[in-house]
């Protein structure tokens, strides 16, 4: 990787015939590769109990636990429609629509019109049980003021360790792009997602980066050499050391087929050209495998190594990942997990590292009869939290870790919701609702040095990333860095009004130090609404129960005015790439700012009020 002239995602085909990298991807994105049900499924009653809670501009629904549930469906029809014209709530996420919890904010429907509501129970990702009984509702038209939730915390509880799930691991492009000295947007490429990385490890506390593509050939890995395999690790070695450098592990993604090992070398996904074709060689696949495992224990340590979990393939399940068959995946899993333990039966290996959760019982199920281990369970999804894989787990016997490699509010590359405030608050949904029931939530991203369906044509281009090209965060990373400063103890917290613990969600946490950190948003999963509906804002009352006079507050904001590079690049007039004092003017706003705020006593409690607009957060820190 040179200095080659910049290419964009508009960039045209080479011969006039064959797609462009993203025309290709949006062809066969939504294609899964095997849908046959080879794992026995339960079928769940719907849950029970269910109610419905009017509120100004949504209405809550709320219900019962199921037993082997990993999510529940909501449906809606039009108040008094026959059962059949009830549809599952699409809330434009692009993905999964069922969600994991026992409750569900809608707003998606008109103010003051009535619905049909309706739940099912999901068992797996690919089945929706039966439909339970309805419940009718309409949300409530605005008017006058905002109305006001009301949030208590014992300051004085004892608590629980606070989970963060943010925390193990983040998303990259390939990691040969940190040896790339290409421009883009008149920015070194890896340079600067160097520094991305190296501010997600820094500021957020971020120890494990996953990224496609290690076994690329733009690093060299493998080649025939008189029909002879040749391995080479040498840019490996250059890419890793410096992940080791920053204090980042790998995740080490073992893909995609490097071009001698392939055995279809015309079958190839993005930009960048990775192979996705099964080896033509299975003994070679595993020689190569092995030898990278024992190549990296050597260089960087048994005891560091034995931390790094190795990962089989990337969203087999779908066709633009796989060109072959679940079956031979299947294979290729065995095989490669049989190369990783030849090395260290000690080593972690997992997948099935699956788009939109799925595969999950059917790797579960394959390996019970191959007696491959699976030390971790990986899967992707976007545009809502992730399911409840726990469930699927407890049917197999399986302890093993789960770890979702992707995550996003979108799966749509090039989309504006990625540059949005209601980004952040949807990260904020996702990592509170995933808190103690995962091992790790990896967001993707970290930076818009992102080239899989080409590089980025301006620099507010709806880009996957955290991080601009030119080092810039957007909402979604301040939101990651509100939640790297809460403490390490999480309160509990009641919450009462119109929009509580639903519309409005709160995390309460105090610090060693007996200071506290409460952390307020303003979040819809409905898409729609991502620039925002005055019908959503709200005013907090937060209470700080059992603590007394003398204690002092401060607030961050994140909203549109706060921390949200959009309006500030629109208030500068930015076209598709900053001029150098616009380039300055960004860098200077480039972070989040504390605020002094009053506390008022009340009845033995700190009191304050805060204006909450949908989207938006708020962190309050008191100290004591």
């Not at 904010?105 to 990702?125: F, M, N």
């Not at 092995?290 to 190594?305: I, K, N, P, Q, W």
């Amino acid at each position: 990787m040179g200095t080659s002239t910049e290419h964009t995602a508009e960039t045209g085909a080479d011969d006039g015939n064959r797609p462009t990298a993203r025309e290709d991807w949006e062809q066969r994105i939504s294609t899964r590769s095997d849908l046959r049900e080879t794992a026995p499924i339960p079928d769940l009653p719907p849950p029970g109990g269910l109610a419905l809670v009017p509120g100004t501009g949504h209405v809550t629904l709320r219900w019962e636990p199921v037993e082997g549930a990993v999510g529940y469906m909501v449906h809606r029809a039009p108040a008094g429609s026959p059962r059949e014209d009830l549809k599952p709530v699409d809330h434009l996420g692009g993905d999964v629509l069922s969600v994991p919890e026992t409750w569900y904010v809608d707003t998606t429907g008109e103010p003051g019109v009535s619905y049909d509501y309706a739940v099912a129970s999901v068992p797996t990702v690919t089945v929706t049980c039966a439909v339970g009984e309805t419940v009718n509702g309409a949300s409530l038209k605005a008017e006058g003021d905002a109305p006001q939730v009301v949030l208590g915390v014992d300051t004085s509880a004892a608590g629980e360790p606070l989970p963060r799930p943010w925390q193990p691991m983040i998303g990259s492009e390939r990691l040969s792009q940190l040896l790339c000295t290409d421009l883009s947007g008149g920015r070194e490429i890896g340079a600067e997602l160097e520094a991305a990385l190296r501010r997600v490890h820094d500021e957020i506390g971020v120890g494990t980066v996953r990224a496609h593509a290690i076994l690329h050939d733009d690093l060299g890995v493998y080649r025939e050499v008189d029909g002879e395999p040749v391995h080479d690790f040498t840019r490996i070695d250059q890419v890793y050391d410096k992940l080791m450098e920053i204090g980042l592990r790998p995740c080490v993604e073992l893909g995609f087929m490097p071009r001698d090992l392939a055995s279809d070398p015309e079958r190839i996904v993005f930009e960048y050209g990775g192979l996705i074709s099964p080896p033509k060689d299975w003994d070679r696949w595993a020689g190569l495998i092995s030898a990278l495992v024992r190549h990296l224990m050597d260089r960087y340590g048994e005891e560091e190594v034995l931390g790094w979990d190795f990962e089989v393939w990337n969203e087999a399940n779908l066709e633009v990942f796989w060109s072959s068959t679940r079956d031979e995946w299947m294979k290729l899993y065995d095989v490669t997990a049989a190369a990783v333990k030849a090395v260290d039966p000690r080593l972690a290996v997992g997948g099935p590292s699956s788009a939109a959760a799925g595969w999950v019982d059917e790797l579960l199920e394959h390996t019970s009869r191959s007696g491959s281990p699976v030390d971790f369970v990986t899967t992707h999804t976007y545009g809502n939290a992730p399911l409840d894989l726990r469930p699927t787990l407890a049917r197999y016997g399986s302890t093993a870790r789960i770890l979702w490699t992707e995550w996003g509010v979108t799966p749509t590359h090039f989309n504006p919701v990625n540059d949005s405030v209601s980004s952040a608050t949807f990260l904020l949904h996702g990592m509170r609702s995933a808190a103690g029931r995962l091992d790790a939530l990896s967001y993707w991203v970290a930076s818009d040095h992102f080239e899989e369906l080409g590089r980025p044509p301006r620099m507010l281009h709806g880009g996957f990333g955290l991080i601009t090209v030119g080092g810039i965060a957007k909402s979604r990373y301040h939101a990651l860095y509100l939640l790297s400063r809460l403490g390490e103890t999480q309160l509990p917290v009641t919450a009462e009004g119109d929009g509580a613990d639903g519309l409005v969600q709160s995390w309460a946490s105090r610090h060693d130090d007996g200071s506290l950190t409460v952390l307020l948003w303003n979040h819809t999963l409905d898409q729609g609404k991502s620039a925002g509906d005055a019908a959503l804002a709200r005013t907090v009352r937060l209470r700080l129960d059992g603590l007394g006079a003398g204690a002092t507050a401060e607030v961050t904001r994140l909203d549109a005015d706060h921390g949200d590079v959009t309006t500030l690049a629109a208030r500068l007039g930015v076209g598709d790439w900053p001029t150098d004092e616009q380039w300055d003017a960004l860098r200077a706003a480039d972070t989040l700012t504390a605020e002094p705020a009053a506390l008022e006593q009340a009845d033995g409690a700190a009191v304050i009020e805060v204006a909450l607009a949908q989207p938006s957060a708020v962190l309050v820190r008191v100290s004591v």
